[in-house]
């Protein structure tokens, strides 16, 4: 009965969802085809950190170092509360050119003691609006503040549970009003119906990039490294990886979006691997891969 009211609810994302379980091949071409209909002008690979606990701050630079010797400057997005704590090292990684986006001010991820479990929390569907707004607005000044820049851009925390209409045009309203030009907030579902740089929301959206065998699934450090009875190990990461590889070599139109959590891969030499054969394609920053889209992208009204 719950599938059936999902379905109802939001037909094309159930119907292209079931297609990519029995021809994923199928729904990763239809995002191949909207990025050549975005008007993006070549194939990209924008790596983003989610620094979201302070295991992070130990070990970022050692991994934007490794990073950045193979060609890839990642972009950072830190909640507030964390970037006043590591304040010299993120100051750092921006004077090195590193971009940072808002990702609002209030911690929302927790390790456990012996840093192994990662524990949720503080998320925006189940906020007051007016508790999200007070929250990317502090973010905003953190990154001021800590940074000395204006951030450009904005990630939500636990991005997958805001996601609704309403959620993203209240959020790119919020956005507009700080002079922002992009948000990076919403799953590979919104890649697959509206394609890799919509505007349907008000601003800039930027979806991250789903599995090309799986395109509803995100690719990150957490889902195949460390969520609980996961079903899906390092060795599929790595896998999917080298497959959106092998489409960015291609040569066409393509977008990869994916991020990462610094405590999460900082000991993990196969991520580092795998990174290096994207580095050829990496975009220093989300502002700089603005300029690969045309100023208003051809919207799908799916």
């Known amino acids: 009965m719950e599938v059936f009211k999902a379905g109802l609810k939001n037909p094309v994302n159930f119907g ?18 909207l990025c050549t209909q975005s008007g993006l002008k070549q194939p990209a690979f924008l790596l983003s950190f989610d620094c979201d606990t302070k295991k992070d701050i130990r070990v970022v630079r050692s991994v934007h170092q490794r990073l950045t010797d193979m060609g890839i400057t990642p972009v950072y997005a830190v909640p507030g509360q964390l970037l006043e704590a590591g304040a010299e090292v993120y100051r750092g990684l921006a004077d090195q050119g590193a971009e940072f986006i808002n990702h609002g001010y209030f911690e929302h991820s927790h390790l456990s003691a012996d840093e192994t479990v990662y524990e949720s929390s503080y998320f925006y569907d189940q906020l007051p609006l007016e508790k999200v707004r007070e929250d990317i607005l ?7 503040d800590i940074i000395g820049k204006a951030p450009q851009g904005f990630r939500t925390p636990h991005f997958g549970t805001f996601q609704s209409k309403s959620d993203l045009i209240f959020l790119h309203r919020v956005l507009a009003d700080l002079g ?9 579902s919104a890649g697959i119906k509206w394609g890799p740089a919509s505007r349907r929301f008000g601003l800039f ?3 991250v990039t ?24 390092e060795a599929d990461y790595v896998s ?19 991020y990462a959590d610094p405590s999460q891969i900082h000991d993990w030499d196969d991520f580092f691997v795998a990174m290096e054969g994207m580095a050829p394609y990496n975009i220093k920053s989300y502002s700089k891969l603005l300029e690969l889209f045309p100023p208003a992208p051809v919207r799908n009204h799916i």
Not at 16 to 33: D, G, I, N
Not at 213 to 233: M, Q, T, Y
Not at 240 to 258: D, F, G, H
Request: with cysteine.
């Open 240 to 258: 999917q990886a080298n497959a959106m590889r092998t489409l960015l070599a291609s040569e066409k139109p393509y977008l990869v979006n994916i």
């Open 210 to 233: 789903g599995c090309p065998d799986a395109p509803f699934r995100i690719l990150d450090s957490w889902s195949f490294r460390f969520a609980p009875n996961r079903k899906l190990g």
């Open 138 to 144: 502090l973010g905003d000044k953190a990154v001021r």
């Open 16 to 33: 292209l969802h079931a297609l990519s379980k029995v021809a994923p091949e199928t729904v990763t071409q239809r995002f191949l085809s």
């Open 205 to 207: 959206e930027f979806p």
């Open 180 to 188: 922002y030009r992009f948000s990076t907030s919403t799953a590979p």
